[in-house]
């Protein structure tokens, strides 16, 4: 069964950076095209960026083009999301998981998510 667990949250000002990192465990990172999501407080989780199992195609949603990057790392099982030019509407729990490619639908289980707040 594969595991997912997500790190490198925390309290950031507005315009700041953070990078986030999923380790995935139980099976070969190579197999899956990966994503990452997001639910900010009162909110459904929604699509923030995904990425196809060689990192040869990234997609991101509009609300993070050009400020968030999406890459992997195959051999050390982790997907990254690089955050930069933060704002506070980026404050939720972040979550990674694995996407049908082209639909970017997540399955299988979620992690426990790590927290971002961005503060004004």
């Known amino acids: 069964q594969v595991q997912l667990v997500e790190s490198g949250g925390g309290l950031v000002q507005a315009g700041g950076s953070l990078r986030l990192s999923c380790k995935v465990s139980g099976h070969t990172l190579s197999s899956y095209h990966m994503g990452w999501f997001r639910r900010a407080p009162g909110k459904e989780r929604e699509f923030v960026a995904a990425i196809i199992w060689n990192g040869g195609s990234t997609y991101y949603s509009d609300s993070v083009k050009g400020r968030f990057a999406i890459s992997r790392d195959n051999a050390k099982n982790t997907v990254y999301l690089q955050m930069n030019s933060l704002k506070p509407e980026d404050t939720a729990v972040y979550y990674c998981?694995?996407?049908?490619?082209?639909?970017?639908?997540?399955?299988?289980?979620w992690g426990q998510g790590t927290q971002v707040t961005v503060s004004s």
């Open positions: 998981n694995k996407v049908t490619r082209g639909t970017w639908e997540p399955y299988g289980d």
